[in-house]
C-alpha cells in the first residue's frame, strides 16, 4: 500500500511520472479531500489508501492510451478517476462526462489549478451528443453490458451509417468474467485482459470489437 512516506518513489516504480505531474496529482489529492468533506467524491472506506485505490489504479491506464491520437470520453467520470488523472499525466483530447453538477464542478477547479485541458459534459451518458471517439475509457460505474449499452446509445447518435466502433477500456472487479459470460447470448467481444497491479482480483479490459452473438475471447 502506499502510504505518506515517499509516495513519489513509491508511485513511481509502478507507473512514472514526472515531478511536475506528481505535484499536479497532489493538488488533486489535495482538494479532493477538502471537498470529501462536503460532497461525497470518493467511498470512504478508500479515503486512506487513495493514492493506491484511485490515483495509481487510474494510472495503470496510461500505457493503453499513448497511441490514441483522436478523442478519448471517460463514461461517469466522477472524482476525475480515471479520465482526468490520464490528463494531467498528459494525454490530450479527454472529454469527461458526468451528470452530477456539483461533481462538474469540482472537475473544473482540479482542472483550472493543474493547467489541464480537458472538456466537462455535464450530461447522463445517454444525453451525451455524439463527437468522434477513438476510446473510450470507465472505472467502476456499471456491469459490462450496461456499459456497451451505453457505448451503442452514444454511436447510434450518429449521423453516419458505417461509424467505426470505438475501443473500450474499463477497469472491472473480480465479477469481470461473469460479466463476459451474461453476454453470451447477445453479444460477441474480442477482447485482451490484463492484470490490475492494485487489485489481485481486478483487471483491465481493452474491447476491440462489439458485435452480436458469441464471444471471441482474446486473452
Avoid at 26 to 53: A, D, G
Avoid at 116 to 133: K, W, Y
Avoid at 149 to 166: A, C, G, T, W
Amino acid at each position: 500500500m502506499l502510504t505518506n512516506n515517499n509516495i513519489y518513489d513509491k508511485f513511481c516504480s509502478h507507473v512514472f511520472v514526472s515531478r511536475e505531474t506528481y505535484e499536479k496529482l497532489c493538488v488533486f489529492h489535495k482538494i479532493l479531500i477538502k471537498w470529501q468533506n462536503s460532497i461525497n467524491l470518493i467511498s470512504k472506506s478508500t479515503v486512506k489508501s487513495i493514492w493506491e485505490r484511485h490515483f495509481l489504479d487510474s494510472a495503470q491506464l496510461y500505457k493503453f492510451v499513448t497511441d490514441i491520437e483522436g478523442n478519448i470520453i471517460d463514461f461517469g467520470s466522477g472524482a476525475g478517476f480515471p479520465g482526468l488523472v490520464l490528463a494531467i499525466m498528459g494525454k490530450k483530447n479527454i472529454h469527461l462526462v458526468e451528470s452530477d453538477y456539483k461533481k462538474c464542478v469540482f472537475l473544473k477547479e482540479i482542472a483550472m489549478l493543474t493547467e489541464t485541458d480537458i472538456t466537462i459534459h455535464n450530461c447522463r451518458i445517454e444525453n451525451l451528443s455524439f463527437i468522434n471517439v477513438d476510446l473510450i475509457t470507465c472505472r467502476a460505474l456499471a456491469p459490462l453490458s450496461k456499459l456497451i449499452d451505453y457505448v451503442e446509445i452514444f454511436m447510434n447518435k450518429s449521423l453516419r451509417e458505417k461509424q467505426k466502433f470505438p475501443k473500450l477500456l474499463f477497469l472491472k472487479g473480480k465479477s469481470y468474467y461473469s460479466e463476459i459470460l451474461e453476454l453470451r447470448n447477445n453479444r460477441k467481444i474480442s477482447f485482451k485482459e490484463y492484470p490490475s497491479i492494485t487489485d489481485v482480483h481486478g483487471k483491465i479490459l481493452y474491447i476491440n470489437k462489439v458485435d452480436v452473438l458469441d464471444i471471441k475471447y482474446d486473452k
